[in-house]
């Protein structure tokens, strides 16, 4: 009976509201265990039977159980534990001391708990400390820490309290060395670190918030998704970018370069993903936002240029087959460029995406014959038959012409959005048009076939982790971003990432974190918003970046771009100034001579374009406590220190 009542309702489990937990960071042995732990409850959770679940995972029913209660325990962050609890050698509950404490003299060492174990017995002792600090009779100096003062004359009231009630030179802390010095000075500290509005208090200054928070195997292959080939192409087309000037006048400016990246399945033909970049050189953050298409679920193409028709035998392959969303590779191909060898890369080839790499000799389409081959199906489908085509042989000597030729017009030249739209539809019709090395079929056809079992076995598809899908950005590797704040200056934790500073209403709270380090994820191509967790794994919410940042989208290019014209005093602008638009204005002067500032200019009317709705706290965010109230009466002013040296 004693069992039954302690039974827990699958139903009741919601992995939902669970936080996640970052398994990167934990060793390999603990990564396994938690690993094991999860999937048991998981399956547990879906309807398996504790039967079931120790038979797979060997799991005890009872373990599971204690497991599960851990995980739906309160935090002291105001959620459940979650995935966190289930980590190896994590302690749910605070240690409680249970036995008497020992007399010593002559250490310190023995007595854990023993502090926790005084207050609980006399709260009057445990509210006497509260008032000391709520009364200024201890406070914090201005610093990264924050050093306690007036704690000698705290613990020399706090002894004549414990007299008072009774103790004597045998009873605790009064039997110790130091009469449990050390461990009120660590209680005070720690009440400091978890209530932010209290440490302010005790640091005498007005709260205020941060900036931030304004607001060589063989080259075939017989299955689909089993090798892939991955290259950058040049597109030989010249394209214009046309221009909306504060005045109203429309102009139009010659873009330096356009690129292809794209990813083609070898048995298939399909292609899985691809991207344009604008830059003079593709890098790796557009190698990673390919893998990450190509990974993803793709959508129906908006059309808005006349004329064009999607084939109805075309489409893309998560979007015509949906088995196939999420679903990733075993082998990539790709050459020793240096975007495609970064370290990033390798890392989410390697690490996140589970595939193996085979790396070939640059500049030999031979080793890569299917991607080549697509590229040059596009420069004869696409590229060469637009009005700005440049010759492939004299393709240098021809633009120079074009270029000195003072009648040279832009005007039947395209735009960057008119061809990514042509890019669209042309992918998508080449899925539907018959491949004559698939023998007749399409490649959306052989997809098909390959996927749903169509006259040969099906194939088993791998799909990517669940929390990449979730959070595409966890596909770039993290950066470890300091959290600052100073408790004795009333400043709210935060973190500084490019330049920019970036918080959240937890973290403007968890004063516990300044001076620890974050894993930071981020979206190249968007950064507005990041996502953070800590050292030891736990997630925190989105962290929003401060001013105008933070409403405006803009990718990482344009955010160095704008502060290298900064550093070499081409540019300034103040805090409420929108810095997007001093940098167009900027390079709105620098277009009609050089190429690569209509780059810029045409990469920021991309980003625009394709960006997501902008995000407010209150979406992600649930306030845990009103914000402190205005101070009532009188208030007297503190008498200002001008402290010496000169200021950062």
């Known amino acids: 009976m004693a069992g039954s009542s302690r039974r827990i309702d699958p139903n009741t489990i919601r992995l939902s509201d669970w936080p996640q937990l970052d398994e990167r960071v934990l060793t390999s042995e603990a990564r396994t265990t938690f690993g094991q732990r999860r999937d048991a409850i998981e399956a547990y959770a879906s309807g398996s039977s504790l039967a079931q679940v120790y038979e797979t995972w060997g799991i005890h029913r009872s373990t599971l159980r204690r497991l599960v209660r851990r995980a739906m325990s309160a935090h002291p962050d105001g959620r459940p534990w979650g995935y966190r609890a289930l980590v190896p050698h994590v302690h749910v509950q605070p240690y409680e001391r249970s036995k008497a404490p020992h007399a010593i003299a002559h250490g310190k060492a023995g007595n854990a708990g023993a502090f926790g174990q005084l207050l609980q017995r006399h709260r009057n002792l445990a509210e006497q400390l509260r008032k000391e600090i709520e009364t200024r009779k201890?406070?914090?100096?201005?610093?990264?820490?924050?050093?306690?003062?007036?704690?000698?004359?705290?613990?020399?009231?706090?002894?004549?309290?414990?007299?008072?009630?009774?103790?004597?030179?045998?009873?605790?802390?009064l039997n110790q060395k130091w009469k449990g010095f050390r461990s009120l000075a660590s209680t005070l500290r720690g009440w400091l670190q978890d209530d932010f509005d209290l440490a302010a208090r005790a640091a005498g200054q007005r709260i205020k918030p941060a900036s931030a928070l304004r607001q060589l195997p063989e080259r075939g292959s017989a299955d689909a998704f089993d090798t892939v080939e991955f290259d950058a192409h040049k597109m030989d087309v010249r394209l214009k970018v046309i221009d909306n000037d504060p005045l109203g006048g429309e102009q139009s400016y010659e873009i330096e370069r356009v690129w292809l990246l794209a990813i083609i399945d070898v048995a298939t033909r399909c292609l899985l993903g691809y991207t344009i970049s604008l830059g003079r050189e593709c890098n790796r953050f557009d190698a990673i936002e390919t893998f990450k298409r190509a990974v993803t679920p793709a959508k129906v193409p908006e059309l808005t240029l006349p004329g064009l028709r999607l084939l109805p035998t075309g489409g893309f392959v998560s979007q015509a087959l949906e088995p196939t969303s999420?679903?990733?590779?075993?082998?990539?191909?790709?050459?020793?460029?240096?975007?495609?060898?970064?370290?990033?890369?390798?890392?989410?080839?390697?690490?996140?995406?589970?595939?193996?790499?085979?790396?070939?000799?640059?500049?030999?389409?031979?080793?890569?014959p299917f991607i080549e081959r697509f590229f040059?199906?596009?420069?004869?489908?696409?590229?060469?038959?637009?009005?700005?085509?440049?010759?492939?042989?004299?393709?240098?000597?021809?633009?120079?012409?074009?270029?000195?030729?003072?009648?040279?017009?832009?005007?039947?030249?395209?735009?960057?959005?008119?061809l990514e739209e042509l890019l669209h539809l042309t992918v998508w019709n080449y899925h539907g048009t018959p491949h004559a090395g698939l023998g007749g079929f399409t490649p959306l056809e052989m997809m098909r076939r390959h996927v749903l079992g169509i006259g040969r076995e099906a194939i088993r598809l791998r799909l990517i982790p669940k929390p990449i899908r979730e959070h595409p950005?966890?596909?770039?590797?993290?950066?470890?971003?300091?959290?600052?704040?100073?408790l004795g200056r009333g400043e709210r934790p935060y973190i500084t990432f490019y330049h920019v500073r970036y918080t959240s209403e937890r973290l403007a709270r968890s004063s516990g974190l300044i001076g620890k380090r974050l894993r930071v994820h981020y979206d190249p191509s968007d950064l507005r918003?990041?996502?953070?967790?800590?050292?030891?794994?736990?997630?925190?919410?989105?962290?929003?970046a401060s001013g105008r940042w933070r409403d405006e989208?803009?990718?990482?290019?344009?955010?160095?771009?704008?502060?290298?014209?900064?550093?070499?005093?081409e540019l300034d602008f103040g805090p409420g100034d929108n810095p997007i638009e001093v940098f167009l204005a900027l390079r709105r002067k620098q277009a009609a001579k050089r190429r690569r500032a209509a780059s810029d200019i045409a990469q920021v009317q991309r980003e625009r374009r394709t960006a997501k709705p902008p995000a407010t706290e209150s979406e992600t965010v649930t306030p845990e406590q009103?914000?402190?109230?205005?101070?009532?009466?009188?208030?007297?002013?503190k008498a200002l220190r001008i402290i010496r040296g000169y200021s950062r």
């Open 376 to 418: 040059g199906t596009i420069a004869a489908t696409l590229s060469r038959r637009l009005p700005g085509a440049i010759p492939g042989k004299d393709a240098a000597q021809v633009m120079l012409r074009r270029l000195r030729d003072p009648t040279d017009s832009l005007r039947l030249l395209v735009t960057s959005q008119e």
């Open 529 to 544: 918003r990041l996502w953070a967790c800590t050292e030891d794994g736990h997630m925190l919410e989105d962290l929003f």
């Open 326 to 368: 999420y679903a990733c590779w075993r082998q990539i191909r790709l050459d020793n460029a240096r975007a495609h060898l970064a370290t990033t890369s390798l890392d989410v080839v390697c690490e996140a995406l589970g595939c193996t790499a085979d790396f070939g000799p640059a500049y030999q389409p031979d080793d890569r």
């Open 553 to 569: 989208p803009h990718s990482l290019r344009v955010r160095q771009q704008i502060f290298k014209a900064k550093r070499a005093r």
């Open 626 to 637: 009103p914000p402190s109230p205005l101070a009532k009466g009188p208030v007297k002013g």
């Open 138 to 173: 201890v406070h914090l100096q201005p610093g990264e820490k924050g050093r306690l003062v007036g704690l000698k004359a705290v613990a020399h009231r706090f002894e004549q309290s414990c007299r008072e009630l009774g103790l004597g030179a045998g009873d605790y802390p």
């Open 473 to 486: 950005e966890l596909l770039h590797d993290p950066v470890l971003c300091r959290v600052h704040g100073n």
